[in-house]
């Protein structure tokens, strides 16, 4: 084993330690002292959340939204860890955060949207996951979850299925015939230029009625193409504060297009 790796497990085994003292303190402390050590149980493994949520890069969402739910189900696994439990806090974390990201992608991610059932089955399977792994010390087959969930492996392996339609194909992949043509080449022009006029048209006064603070945000985020973290490191503020922010000034964009009058003949 090289150096590096030996100080990178070494690095690991003290956020573990560090982690187990904390909850270990936590567990018998009240609020806000309690919400304090695992606020801090957060903050050290956020590394990990972020390293789960990039497992899951490309299924065509914004790696912010990811990493937002990631850290998501890390919160909610400090909050229902117990210490005295026969796994260790890394064991109980990880399921919980996948299973946190895995409901995302069923509740808001669809690109092609699959029956109900099929939906609210990778729903249950999301939510028995965390258990199974702890319990089997591994990922479980489709029979395992199908048994737990009391329903047919078949169903389960639908369900897997559909784990695609997070995404589209790209329009730059090959087209069906030779000739190196791509999907685009076969999809008809569209004259977009009315409606970037429209819509600059509408959302001019929306914009005007902003700060300009908020003003300095969209231009960085939609002009620019800063990420969160990095629109963060512009104002001095958390990639958590800018991902609020961000929402709070789509809310108003939103808010001012819905009391537009509606155009005349629409």
Same mark, same amino acid.
């Given at each position: ?76 696994? @400090?909050?229902?860890? /117990?210490?005295?439990? %026969? &796994?260790?806090? $890394?064991?109980?974390?990880? =399921? *919980?955060?996948? !299973? ?58 639908? @369900?897997?299925?559909? /784990?695609?339609?997070? %995404? &589209?194909?790209? $329009?730059?992949?090959?087209? =069906? *015939?030779?000739? !190196? ?62 991902? /609020? ?22």
């Amino acid at each position: 084993m090289t150096i590096a790796a030996v100080s990178a497990e070494d690095s690991k085994q003290r956020i573990a330690d560090t982690t187990h003292e904390l909850l270990l303190e936590a567990d018998g402390t009240p609020d806000p002292r309690r919400q304090e050590l695992l606020d801090e149980v957060v903050l050290l493994n956020a590394p990990l959340a972020r390293s789960i949520a990039s497992r899951y890069r490309s299924k065509g969402v914004d790696s912010d939204d990811l990493e937002q739910v990631a850290y998501l189900g890390l919160v909610k696994a @400090a909050n229902g860890y /117990r210490p005295d439990a %026969s &796994t260790t806090f $890394l064991s109980y974390a990880v =399921p *919980t955060i996948r !299973g946190e990201l895995k409901r995302y992608f069923r509740d808001c991610a669809w690109t092609v949207r699959p029956p109900r059932r099929v939906q609210e089955m990778q729903g249950s399977i999301a939510a028995a996951e965390p258990e199974l792994i702890q319990r089997l010390g591994r990922e479980p087959s489709d029979s395992e979850t199908a048994e737990a969930l009391g329903t047919d492996a078949a169903e389960i392996a639908e @369900a897997a299925s559909v /784990r695609g339609c997070f %995404s &589209t194909l790209s $329009l730059d992949a090959p087209g =069906p *015939t030779d000739g !190196g043509t791509s999907l685009l080449d076969l999809v008809a022009d569209a004259e977009d230029g009315y409606d970037l006029v429209e819509n600059v048209h509408t959302l001019t006064p929306a914009v005007a009625n902003l700060g300009d603070r908020d003003k300095w945000i969209l231009e960085l985020r939609f002009c620019n193409g800063l990420t969160q973290e990095e629109i963060g490191t512009e104002l001095g503020v958390s990639q958590m504060q800018v991902s /609020r922010l961000l929402r709070g000034i789509l809310e108003k964009l939103r808010s001012e297009l819905a009391a537009q009058p509606a155009p005349a003949g629409g």
